[in-house]
C-alpha cells in the first residue's frame, strides 16, 4: 500500500486546512488510519487516528477540539480537518496506514503503522 497525503499549505494563524489521505497504490480501506507530524527539529508526533471499524477516533490534546478526522472508505480516502490553526501546527504531515488488530494503546505510535504516505508542508504564520 502506497499513501499520498495532499492539502498543505500556507495560511494564517486561525485559518483552516483540509488534508486528504489517498492511496496511490493498492488500498488502506482495510486498515485504521493515522496522521502524525514532524516539526523542524522535533520527533514525529501523533495528531489523530481513526479505526476503520466502529470509527472510533483519537487525538492529540494539543489539537482535540480543533481538527477531526473522517474517512470515506467508498472512496478509499482518508481526511484531517484543521480549523483554528496555530502557528505551533506547522509541521510536516503524514497519513499512515496501521493493522485492523492494533491496540489503542499502540494507536498513538508511529510504530505501529506499516504503510506511510511522502507528507504535506503545512505552515501557519502569526
Known amino acids: 500500500v502506497q499513501l499520498q497525503a495532499s492539502g498543505g499549505g500556507l495560511v494564517q494563524a ?6 486528504t489521505c489517498a492511496a496511490s497504490r493498492g488500498s488502506f480501506s482495510e486498515y485504521n ?3 502524525f507530524r514532524q516539526a523542524p527539529g522535533k520527533d514525529r508526533e501523533f495528531v489523530s487516528a481513526i479505526r476503520r471499524r466502529g470509527g472510533t477516533t483519537y487525538y492529540a490534546d494539543s489539537v482535540k477540539g480543533r481538527f477531526t478526522i473522517s474517512r470515506d472508505i467508498a472512496k478509499d480516502t482518508g481526511y484531517l480537518q484543521m480549523n483554528s490553526l496555530k502557528p505551533e501546527d506547522t509541521a ?24 506511510w504516505g511522502q ?8
Request: with cysteine.
Open 92 to 115: 510536516v504531515y503524514y497519513c499512515a496506514a496501521a493493522p485492523l488488530s492494533t491496540i489503542t494503546s499502540s494507536m498513538y505510535s508511529a510504530r505501529s503503522y506499516y504503510y
Open 14 to 19: 486561525g485559518d483552516s486546512l483540509r488534508l
Open 119 to 126: 507528507g504535506t508542508q503545512v505552515t501557519v504564520s502569526s
Open 33 to 35: 488510519l493515522g496522521w
